[in-house]
Each structure stands twice: as structure tokens, then as C-alpha cells.
């Protein structure tokens, strides 16, 4: 777990162009929910290309704890599931660790059983707000017993028959209208989620493959509105995990930042609810060459082809965010090498992620010679192209707060910067892109 590097700061220093071809771990949404419903289906689900991460390993080991059989073999993880409505009473408490998402979707998914499930998870992910998945599930008759403000650890137990809601989603989170699709497979008649901003349809895509009866109408303002036909009938499929753009969005912006860089990540997913960094790097310039676009397995993908380019400043709307929620770090990373200045709005939700990544990005920012500003919800810099003065000559540490995303990011903004970064942990990297150091360093980082 410790990216083969032990404890303690980890050092990203000024890099040579970047070269060579890589895949990125697989995507981490995906990997959750092929999980969760290969362990809810009936008969037998067939993953590749899963991601292998410390957090969809916790979601599979409380699938197990549910009662389905997971093994490996060669590079396809085979799951057994239990039939829809047939999940056990697990009988342990649940540890998710830092994962939320795997723990805000099983919140759904079991939280409507008539028995007791308890979830538990580590010091980033107590901190972090569920009453947005519990205020749901409440209202389909669930009671709580949760640590103050509605956070872990939580005992929820279902009625006797859960009611099935129209449930209009009050902040954009994919995880939120997940929590509550994934509770109305267990509720009789139809489970209603409306969703005034569209973010990821991984769990609609995925639910409907396995066989739930589930429509989407989209309206003449955009918003959607999902409709679940409960207690169907769910059976198991084979499943091809394409690599998470979260993840390749970090060798992606240091090809961009480091001078002479070419790389190429191959089979990428482009699901367009996924691409907003993507969109936003190549306003600001970035030569990324789309590849190879197919589809495979229902979902968009490519391979993406990545040079070192000049990048100029841009105004990021909010109504981008959905689509590049996890991505704000590292393009605070790219503008931070961009000419002139960058504006990002609408950034509510970074305070609720695995650290209070607006603070934690601006501080580490600020730290490493950024001139930045922190608004309540935005985030504006200006950028020094050649990366000169940025890092620090002084060895100062950059906090992670047991962020994932905060750590690589960081990381990268060393392989470009005059003087080195340095990160004080990035054990956490393993929850969502194991090997991560490792694949830098093959591509020729300096990271130690
Ligand atoms: C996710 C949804 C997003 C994202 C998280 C994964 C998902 O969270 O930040 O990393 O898989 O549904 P929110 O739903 O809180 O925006």
C-alpha cells in the first residue's frame, strides 16, 4: 500500500520530457458498482480490468460479508451473487476505510433490508457529511443511529417493506442519486430520482445491463428524471472495466506540463458525464489527441495521446463541475503552469471530498509559490509557464489530509516546477491508483 516507497514525504523533483505508453488502473465508479450488483445478481459475473484499489476491495469485501462468493482467476475476478432482495445480515460492521462511494451506495443497497447493518470507516471518511444519503433512505422508512451530524459510524436498519420515493436530488452527486436508486431494487413499485444536473450515469448504465427495468427522460432544461421498477429480477453479466479518466488525468497533465513530453494512456473512458477536464485542458491548449474512439462494453472509450503544450488560463464554469468533480485538483496543477489566470467557480463540493480539497489544494498551492486566492466555492490562480519559483527550495511539506488526489497531484506539480514538491504521505494513492509512482517513474518522473 505504500507505492513501495514506506512512510514518510515522498519528493517529486524537475523531470525530462516524459515518454512512453501506459493504462491506468480501472475506473473506480465502475469497479464499485460491477461489484455491488455483480454481488447482487443472480448467477455469476464475470469482471476484467477491476480496478484493484484499496477502496473497491473494501466494497467487495462487504458484498462478501453479504453473502456473495468473489475469487480471482487469471485477471477476471468472478462474483456470485445472491439474487436481488436476497442479501445476508452482515455480521460485522462494514469498514469502508476512505472510500465513501463504496459506502454511501451500500448505505442504499442494504440500508432497506429488514435487519441491522452497521458502517464504519477511517478518520477522512468519519468526517465526511452522510445525511444526504440518509435523509433518502429515512424518508423510505429506514431508522438511524448515526455519531453526531449524521456521520460514521451508522447502524441503519430497513422496514418491514421500504416505500418507494420521488426523490429530487438537492446537490449534484452521482453518489446520492446511486444511494437511492440502489435502495428502490429492494422497494415494490417505482423508485423516482430527479436530478436537476446530470452526473455520472455509470449506476443507471450498469443496473439496466443487469437487467433492472429502468427509464431516463431528459426535459428541455436538461434535468432527468430516473425511473426504477423495484424488486425485479437481476442477473449476472460480464463486464470490462475501462480505465478511469480520474486516474489518467495525472500523467495527462504532466505530459502537458513537462517540456518535451509525448505519452500515450490507452483505453480510456470517455463517458462524456466524465470528460469535463478533458474539455477544459484543451481550451486552455492542451494537445490531447483522441484515439481510436469505440465503444466497448456500452461505454465510450479511447486512447489518449498527450504532448507538451503552452497553456493559457481559462474561466471554468459551474456548470462544469459535475463533470470534473474529482479533476480540480490536478487542473488547478495545469494552471498553475498556465499563462495569465485561471478561474474555477462552483467548487461547494471540494469541501466535502476526502479532505476539504479547496483549502487543502490553495494552501498547497500557496506553499509551493502559487499566487492563488480561495473564495468560498472558487478557486482563482495565476500561472508561471516555466514553472519558475514554484515548488520550494526550503523543503517545505505539502499536507494531504489522507487525500488521494491531492498527493498525486502534487507530485506532478513537482516534475515541473524549479524547485522540487514535496507530499507527507502517499500511502492513500493505493485506495484509488495503485502502482501510481510506479508508472510515473517508468514514464521518466522524478518522484522519490
Ligand atoms: C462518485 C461520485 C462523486 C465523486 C466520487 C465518485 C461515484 O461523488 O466525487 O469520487 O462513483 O458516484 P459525489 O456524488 O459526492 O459528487
Excluded at 436476497?86 to 460485522?92: D, I, R, S
Excluded at 459535475?322 to 485538483?329: F, L, N, R, V
Excluded at 490553495?362 to 466555492?377: F, I, M, Q, R, S
Aim: hydrophobic share 45%; net charge negative.
Amino acid at each position: 500500500m505504500s507505492q513501495g516507497l514506506g512512510q514518510g514525504p515522498v519528493t517529486a523533483r524537475k523531470s525530462d520530457g516524459l515518454k512512453g505508453t501506459v493504462l491506468v488502473p480501472g475506473d473506480k465508479s465502475f469497479s464499485h458498482r460491477s461489484l455491488m450488483l455483480g454481488g447482487l445478481a443472480a448467477g455469476e459475473t464475470r469482471i476484467t480490468g477491476l480496478l484493484e484499489g484499496a477502496d473497491v476491495i473494501a466494497t467487495g469485501r462487504a458484498m462478501q460479508a453479504m453473502g456473495a462468493r468473489i475469487r480471482k482467476d487469471g485477471d477476471t475476478w468472478i462474483v456470485n451473487g445472491v439474487g436481488n432482495g436476497a442479501l445476508l445480515a452482515p455480521e460485522a460492521p462494514l469498514d469502508f476505510g476512505n472510500a465513501d462511494t463504496g459506502c454511501r451506495l451500500i448505505m442504499g443497497l442494504v440500508g432497506v433490508y429488514d435487519f441491522e447493518t452497521t458502517f464504519v470507516g477511517d478518520a477522512s471518511l468519519s468526517r465526511r457529511p452522510m445525511a444526504r444519503v440518509l435523509d433518502p433512505l429515512r424518508q423510505m422508512g429506514v431508522q438511524v443511529k448515526a455519531a453526531a451530524g449524521d456521520r460514521l459510524p451508522a447502524t441503519l436498519r430497513g422496514p418491514k417493506t421500504p416505500t418507494p420515493i420521488s426523490y429530487r436530488v438537492p446537490v449534484a452527486s452521482a453518489q446520492v442519486k446511486s444511494a437511492v436508486l440502489l435502495a428502490g431494487l429492494n422497494a415494490p413499485g417505482i423508485t423516482t430520482v430527479i436530478e436537476p444536473v446530470m452526473t455520472r450515469d455509470h449506476t443507471e448504465r450498469l443496473l439496466r445491463r443487469f437487467g433492472a427495468e429502468l427509464s431516463v427522460e431528459t426535459d428541455a432544461e436538461g434535468v432527468r428524471t430516473i425511473r426504477l421498477d423495484g424488486r425485479g429480477r437481476l442477473v449476472g453479466q460480464e463486464i470490462e472495466v475501462p480505465g478511469d479518466p480520474s486516474s489518467a488525468a495525472f500523467p495527462l497533465v504532466a505530459a502537458l506540463i513537462v517540456p518535451g513530453s509525448d505519452i500515450t494512456i490507452r483505453n480510456v473512458l470517455m463517458n462524456r458525464t466524465r470528460t469535463g477536464l478533458i474539455v477544459t485542458l484543451q481550451e486552455m491548449g492542451a494537445d490531447i489527441e483522441i484515439l481510436q474512439a469505440r465503444l466497448a462494453g456500452g461505454e465510450d472509450v479511447a486512447d489518449l495521446r498527450v504532448r507538451h503544450s503552452e497553456l493559457k488560463g481559462v474561466t471554468v464554469p459551474a456548470e462544469q463541475a459535475a463533470s470534473m468533480i474529482d479533476d480540480y485538483p490536478i487542473l488547478a496543477i495545469a494552471a498553475a503552469f498556465a499563462e495569465g489566470e485561471t478561474v474555477m467557480s462552483g467548487l461547494d463540493e471540494l469541501r466535502v471530498k476526502e479532505s476539504d480539497r479547496l483549502a487543502v489544494i490553495a494552501t498547497g498551492l500557496k506553499l509551493n509559490g502559487v499566487d492563488c486566492e480561495e473564495g468560498k466555492t472558487s478557486l482563482v490562480l495565476r500561472g508561471r509557464p516555466a514553472g519558475t519559483g514554484l515548488g520550494s527550495a526550503s523543503g517545505a511539506v505539502v499536507k494531504t489530509d489522507l487525500d488521494h488526489r491531492i498527493a498525486m497531484s502534487f507530485l506532478v506539480m513537482g516534475l515541473a516546477s524549479e524547485h522540487p514538491v514535496a507530499v507527507d504521505d502517499v500511502s492513500m494513492i493505493a485506495t484509488s491508483f495503485p502502482g501510481f509512482i510506479e508508472l510515473m517513474t517508468g514514464l521518466g518522473a522524478q518522484i522519490a
